[in-house]
């Protein structure tokens, strides 16, 4: 992937940001200064082979020759990339830690720089202070020669330093080819990630080839328990770039809201009548469907309604006068005195006296329907009188 291919990772569907700050550990160590040969997982040359003029273009550019169709993609192939011996590790690693710059999304961060090996055992050099794109690459930029030996474990120890006061998650990246370094960094790792606990992951960049070194940098990133170990050569296919500062820098939010335009606490999505008026009671769908408190109640085994059940069903007309889009449904109930088949057609025919007044006040039969439910709804206890007089009623839902 060419540098000027990398650009900002956008900030897409419900992710958010993970980490508060970040740091790139950087190996300008001797040997980084020796030829870039691509590792056996050079996935950019497997993934990318069929685009002829990818594959040229980055074979020329490293110093290789132009590649046939005809050729097997295998890892041979993906050497012949690479011919140019004055090509180093270190371009390499500068170029990857430039393109990662390049793709960070566009996120308030606080950034660092520190590296070891040039010139001293390890320096910062750059932040930690808010993120800036252009002065992280301008950091980046003077790093200008490799040479000394690898101690990442001072580079781990002072990062420990580097971060004491300030707030936050951190994202650890180390571009490294894990050469000549022995268990000190894996030490310095665990306990860097003691100090900060959860607050802190280490992800490691492996350049080059050397399997030992490789190793070390898988076992750097597993003290860190949440960071991952990739191949820089992984990192030249562009969707691999995304995915990797996807998993360092974001996470999935929480669900976006989804909007609720009537205040009637159903969402949007999920309401069948999303313009109830303010205040009024709605069921799961959205929809206006209070039962009226006071139900219009009967006296034992009868159908008749009553003085104070027609003041209700009044009130129930008015409703409906004021709301022609609305309907309503009349539904039957009694106490359990008497055998289900005899109470189911009492039920019925308490429905049926409530429906009749309402269309004698002029309400469109077809804005009505009913039910009846015998005594298997009870509102109340049929142990006592007083409940089972509450079960001898009609109940009043509305909807659109």
Known sequence: MHLEECRPLEVTGNLVKKVDNFMIIFDPSASMTETYVASDKCVACHAQYKEIEYTNRHSVDHGGRKISKKDTPNTATCLKCHQDYSYTKFKFAKRMANCINKTIPDLELTGSLRTFGSPVYTMI?????????????????????????????????????????????????IISDGKGMDEKPVLAAEELKSAYGENICIYTVHVGNDVKGNLIMQRIAKAGQCGSAVSADSLL???????????????????????????????????????????????????????????????????????????????????????????????????????????????????????????????????LSMSWHSYRIPKAGNETPEGRALNRRIEFKFNK
């Not at 409906?320 to 055998?339: A, C, M, Q, R, W």
């Open 237 to 367: 296919n562009r969707r691999n770039m995304d995915d990797f500062i996807k998993e360092v820098f974001l996470k999935e939010g929480p669900p976006e809201a989804i909007p609720d335009s009537d205040g009637d606490g159903v969402p949007d999505d999920m309401d069948d009548c999303p313009e109830t008026p303010q205040g009024l009671p709605v069921d799961d769908s959205g929809c206006w469907n209070p039962i009226i408190p006071a139900d219009v109640l009967f006296d034992f085994d009868k159908h008749t309604l009553k003085p104070e059940g027609r003041l209700i069903l009044d009130k129930i007309v008015n409703i409906l006068v004021k709301y022609p889009l609305l309907k309503l449904k009349i539904s039957g109930h009694t106490d359990n005195f008497g055998s289900m088949e005899y109470n189911i057609v009492l039920s019925k025919r308490r429905s049926k006296a409530g429906l009749n007044y309402i269309v004698t006040k002029g309400i469109a039969p077809e804005r």
């Open 125 to 173: 050099s750059h932040g930690p202070e808010s993120y800036s794109r252009e002065k992280f690459d301008h950091a980046l930029r003077e790093i200008l020669e490799a040479d000394g030996i690898s101690p990442l474990d001072h580079s781990l120890r002072a990062a420990e330093k580097d971060w004491f006061s300030i707030e936050g998650k951190i994202a650890v990246i």
